[in-house]
Every structure is written in structure tokens, then in C-alpha cells.
């Protein structure tokens, strides 16, 4: 009798208490909560709205419900499919090239000797460097008259004028924004290596293997979960690439990027602040959204075939 | 007898010069890979000890003929509002690093500790889509918003962004927290303290190198932000790093490069004295940050 009573009150207890740390949690997450809801899942709402409307950011009070026109609109606009074969061109080019050289520059960093400390921190300082600082840094070496390279390209051919900021800005873009990279894939790919048992290389030289064996056939499918990991957030901040290659190539009178590095946010930004077309510039924002979810959901269904899980599924 | 030793010592003789010439092959790739990494960096502080006619000469001069260390003093002169703008931006680092890193670790301590609450799965879902997600694409609705409520051309907007914590760095506490013992909440629950009282005074405490890694991260975001600023701020509170992109031209309006390119070494350099000083903080939290997925 007793206790049924006990266990009744322990139970009502229980009961209780989880309400309150319900109530505890909600209360404590609150600031980020409301903040998801008011600047981030407000703004993409409202933004979703405006591209369904004309507005032109001075007709609040009288704005036209235009359905799917700005849509129809984008999907038949040369400039978005231009920018949008930039911006696949830009992400093609940057992705591969980091993911390969941060890898590459990870396995140098793994040396065990004296002093690696030091160098890991020299090979680490390119990516510290700010955006504005970045553009500049590189603006003095890929200028057309009186940048760097060209001047050491002349060397070998003498009069070497390549615009790597004007008609190849591409390369020369892709070339600032990998550099900027490199330090942090670096330091990524060093954590996954060192999380690597030595027992499995080891064995493996036991058995035989050669250094490149090793690493093509222990090395590397231990990395794929890090791999795939740099490869969707890498994929997923190519195609919302605006900073660098705005800040690269604009300077004095030249006020917008050329056409050669002419991304899609660069198309959306021109859209809104250059053109108050703000109905457009939120459908075709709207629409890059869509792409990207696509890509994701697109890359996480390859995932199953390359990327090595552990078998207790422990990661 | 002795034939066999001096054979043996010839042979560790000849191993420890191969472990020598092994070890110079390492530290020569290493030597070449910094320097090949460093050569813009090295380039950038050659361009600032120049005169601009110096940098604007064809075929290019490598170095200055003198170096011209006034470029550092001319970068401080009152029409170029270096300074107020340096100060400017440090008030908005702070004060954004400050909100973000108070919240942030509410948030992330909560959802580390409250793992029996039902919803907390479900929400933490939506916590690390967000760190997918990165902030552009709601930059630009946002500022209607803003615009909206006057609250543009201020730095209200970094105030509400900080109050709101992010989602990165709520993950990072999150990761943090959950290494903490269970005893440690008991023991505080025992004695009286409220939720709150637990998170502040037991685990707040004890997190100081998560609160070092989030704050340096999160100012080092504001002083090198580009594009925020310039959509959000007008130019006579802009940061430093929108500042020095254009301010620095002769009375025609026309860019002084080698004055640009002193003004940018000034505005990296808290950025690399941060760096050293941080260094440890820095990379863990860039490491959290590319394993977030795992």
C-alpha cells in the first residue's frame, strides 16, 4: 500500500520534473530560437513574398502580386544563365584544386620533426589575412602593367600583359581565394590524419605496401568522411561566392566585376542594390536557394558509395 | 672481434647519415612550402615601403629605392580617418563578439545538458543546417527588413545578430559542454542552484578556452567582413576593412596603391598579433568547424 503510494508520488515527481527541464530548455535556448525565427526564417519568408511581387523598394504600400512572372522571367534572363555557367565554371575550378592542395599541403605538415610547429603556423598565416586584405594582396601581383607575375613572366616571354583581374580573372580569382583556403583545409585534413590509428599503416607496410600504397588504399578512404564533409560546405560557399571576386576586381572607376567572374550573387547583389528590383533579385535568389538544396541532397546520395563508414557506425 | 664493431659503427655511421640527409630533404620541402606560401605576404611589404610613382613604373621595379617608412605615418593622417575607424570597428567587434559568445553558450550549454528533453534532437538538427547554410542568402532580405525599421546605417543590426547567437558557435559550446562530468549539475542541483545559477557559476567558469576560441573567431569575423558593412553601415561609420578598400586617393580622387597597400599591412596586422597570441584557440575551433558533420 505504502508503496503504491511512494511510487505513484515518484512517478507524479518525474513527471514533473521533465515538464520543468522541458520548460528550463526552451527557456535557455530562447535567445538563439528567437533569433532563428525573426532573422533567419522571417527575412527567407519575407524574401520568398517580395519575389512573388513587383516591388521596387518604394511601392510597399501598393505591390502587385505577380505570381511565377519573376521566375519565368529569370529562367529565360541571359545574364542568369551567364552567371549562373560562372559560378559552376568558379566552383569546378576552386573546389578540386583546394580539396587537393590543402591535402596535399596537410600530408607535408605531418612530418614528426623539430620545429613542425612552427611551419604548420607559417603555412596557416594566408588564411588569417581578411578579405580586403586579400584582394589587395593579390591585386599588386596579378595586375596587368605593374603586377608581380607578369613581370616575372616576362622573363620568359618578354611584354607578358595578362589581365588575371580583367578577361582571365578566373584564374586569377580562383588563385587568391585557394591561397586564402589553404590554411584551414590544412588544418582539417591534419586532424583526420592524425586520427588514423598507426597500428593500420603500419600494418599495412608489414604487409608490404609502398608509401603510395599506403596511402591510396588506407590513408585516403580514412579520410573520406572528412573529405565529404569539405566537399559540401566547399560546394555549398562556392555557389554563394560573392566577397573575393567583387573586392578583387573592382577598384577606381571600375565599379562592377567583368563578365569572366560575374557570379550569380554578383547578379543577385547588382539586382537589389544596384537596380532596387528587389522582386527579381529575391526570385532569382530564391532560385539559387533551390539549386544548392539540390546539390546537397545530390552529393549526400553518392555518399554511400565513396565515403568509408566505420562498422559499428561510431563516428 | 674488433673488425665486426668498427663494421657495426661504420653501419650506424652510415644509417645516421641517411636519417640526416632524410631529415634535410624534410626540412628543405618545408622551407620551400613556407616560402612559396609566403611569397604575396612578403610582396605586400615590399609594395607598402614604396612611392606610388615607384609602383606605377614599367617594366616594374622589385624594390624601393628607398624604403619609404613615412607610408606608415601618412596612413594616420586625420583626412584618412584611419584611427576613428579603427576604433569604430573594435567597439563593433567587441560588442557583437561579447553577445554572441554570452548567448552562444547558453544555447549550446543547454542543448548539451538537456539531452532528455525531448525536442532537443530535433532542434540541434536545425542548429547544424544552419551551419550549412551560411548567412548571405539572408543577408540581402534582412537588410529590407532592417531598412524597413530604420534600424540601417547603425550598428543595431550586429546587436540583434549577437543576441541571437550562431549557430556555429553553438555547436561549439554544445561539443564543449558535453564533455563536462554529470556530477558536476547534481552536485550544483544538491546545493541549491537554479539552472541558470549551474550554467553561471559551475559550468561558465570552466569553459574559459571555449569562451577564448569563440570570442577571438567571431571577432576576427567582424574586423575582416567585407560585405556586411558595405550593404549595412554608411561610410562615415563603416569598419576599418571598407575603409581602407577605397579612402586612400590623392586630392583628384585618383587610388594611391602603395598608401592602399600600407593601410591594408596596418588593418591585417591586430589580425596576425591575435593570431599568434590565439593561435591554439583559433585552430581547435577551425578544427570543430570541419568536423562539425562527423
New interface residues.
Given amino acids: 500500500m505504502g508503496d503504491q503510494r511512494t511510487s505513484r508520488a515518484t512517478v507524479a515527481d518525474n513527471t514533473s520534473r ?1 515538464r520543468r ?2 520548460r ?3 527557456l ?2 530562447s ?6 525565427v ?3 526564417v ?3 519568408a ?2 520568398l513574398w ?1 519575389s512573388l511581387t513587383n516591388y521596387d523598394g518604394l511601392n ?1 504600400s501598393h505591390v502587385g502580386f505577380v505570381g511565377l512572372r519573376n521566375y519565368a522571367n529569370a529562367l529565360q534572363d541571359a545574364n542568369v544563365q551567364h552567371s549562373l555557367g560562372r559560378t559552376v565554371v568558379w566552383t569546378l575550378l576552386n573546389l578540386p584544386t583546394w580539396l587537393v592542395l590543402s591535402l596535399l ?1 596537410a600530408v ?1 605538415a605531418n ?1 614528426k ?1 623539430k620545429g ?1 610547429g612552427l ?1 604548420r ?6 588564411s ?6 586579400l ?4 591585386k ?2 596579378l595586375e596587368k ?4 607575375l607578369n ?1 616575372i613572366l ?1 622573363y620568359i616571354k618578354s611584354g607578358t600583359a595578362i589581365g588575371w583581374l580583367a578577361d582571365q580573372a578566373m584564374y586569377g580569382v580562383t588563385t587568391m581565394a585557394v ?1 586564402s583556403g ?1 590554411g ?1 583545409g590544412m ?2 585534413f591534419l ?1 583526420g590524419l592524425q586520427s588514423i590509428p598507426d597500428e593500420l599503416i603500419d600494418a599495412a607496410k608489414v604487409d608490404g605496401a609502398n608509401k603510395f600504397q599506403v596511402f591510396r588504399h588506407v590513408v585516403l578512404p580514412m579520410l573520406t ?2 573529405i ?3 566537399l ?2 566547399g560546394l ?2 562556392a555557389f ?1 561566392q ?2 573575393i571576386p ?2 578583387a576586381t573592382t ?2 572607376a571600375i565599379l562592377v566585376p567583368p563578365r569572366s567572374v560575374y557570379l550569380y ?1 554578383i547578379g ?2 547588382q539586382q ?2 544596384g537596380g532596387a528590383r ?1 522582386g527579381y ?2 526570385a532569382i ?1 530564391w532560385l ?2 533551390l539549386v ?1 538544396f539540390l546539390l ?1 541532397f545530390l552529393v549526400f546520395r553518392t555518399q554511400k558509395a565513396w565515403v568509408y563508414a566505420e562498422a559499428d557506425g561510431q ?1 | 672481434m674488433t673488425i665486426t664493431t668498427s663494421n657495426g659503427a661504420a653501419k650506424s655511421i652510415l644509417a645516421n647519415q641517411r636519417t640526416d640527409f632524410r631529415s634535410l630533404q624534410i626540412y628543405g620541402l618545408l622551407v620551400l612550402t613556407a616560402a612559396i606560401l609566403l611569397v604575396p605576404i612578403g610582396w605586400l611589404v615590399i609594395t607598402s615601403l614604396k612611392q606610388n610613382t615607384e609602383y606605377l613604373t614599367y617594366p616594374i621595379k622589385f624594390l624601393p629605392a628607398v624604403p619609404r617608412w613615412d607610408n606608415y605615418a601618412q596612413v594616420f593622417a586625420p583626412a584618412y580617418r584611419f584611427l576613428p575607424h579603427a576604433w569604430m570597428t573594435l567597439f563593433l567587434a567587441t560588442m557583437f563578439s561579447t553577445l554572441t559568445v554570452m548567448s552562444s553558450s547558453l544555447c549550446g550549454y543547454a542543448f548539451a545538458r538537456y539531452q532528455d528533453v525531448k525536442a532537443n534532437s530535433r532542434l540541434f538538427t536545425f542548429v547544424v543546417a544552419m551551419i550549412i547554410i551560411p548567412s548571405i542568402v539572408t543577408i540581402i532580405p534582412s537588410f529590407m527588413i532592417f531598412a524597413k525599421l530604420h534600424l540601417t546605417g547603425k550598428y543595431w543590426p550586429w546587436f540583434f545578430w549577437g543576441l541571437a547567437g550562431s549557430p556555429y558557435h553553438i555547436f561549439l559550446f554544445r561539443q564543449f559542454f558535453l564533455t563536462f562530468p554529470k556530477e558536476l549539475e547534481d552536485a550544483a542541483e544538491v546545493d541549491g542552484c537554479t539552472p541558470f545559477g549551474t550554467f553561471w557559476r559551475i559550468f561558465l567558469p570552466n569553459a574559459k578556452a571555449a569562451l577564448a576560441t569563440s570570442f577571438i573567431l567571431n571577432f576576427l569575423w567582424v574586423w575582416g567582413d567585407w560585405i556586411t558593412p558595405r550593404i549595412y553601415l554608411l561610410n562615415s561609420n563603416t569598419t576599418l576593412g571598407v575603409l581602407v578598400n577605397t579612402i586612400f586617393t590623392n586630392p583628384q580622387g585618383q587610388l594611391l596603391t602603395t598608401l592602399t597597400i600600407t593601410g591594408i599591412v596596418i588593418y591585417t596586422l591586430p589580425i596576425v598579433v591575435i593570431f599568434f597570441i590565439g593561435q591554439r584557440y583559433i585552430l581547435k575551433g577551425v578544427v570543430t568547424s570541419g568536423l562539425a558533420g562527423r
Avoid: D, E, H, K
Wanted: no cysteine; charged share 0%.
Fill in positions: 521533465s527541464r522541458r528550463t530548455f526552451f535557455l535556448i535567445p538563439w530560437l528567437v533569433g532563428f525573426l532573422l533567419t522571417f527575412p527567407l519575407f524574401g517580395i510597399l599541403l607535408i612530418q620533426v613542425i611551419f603556423t607559417l603555412f596557416y598565416l594566408p588569417i589575412v581578411p578579405a580586403v586584405g584582394a589587395w594582396t593579390w599588386i601581383i602593367n605593374y603586377g608581380l613581370a616576362s591561397w589553404l584551414a588544418i582539417i586532424a568522411p572528412v565529404f564533409f569539405q559540401v560546405l555549398v560557399s554563394q560573392l566577397q567583387w573586392v577598384t577606381g550573387m543577385v547583389y537589389i542594390f528587389f533579385g529575391m535568389l539559387l536557394i544548392i546537397t563516428q
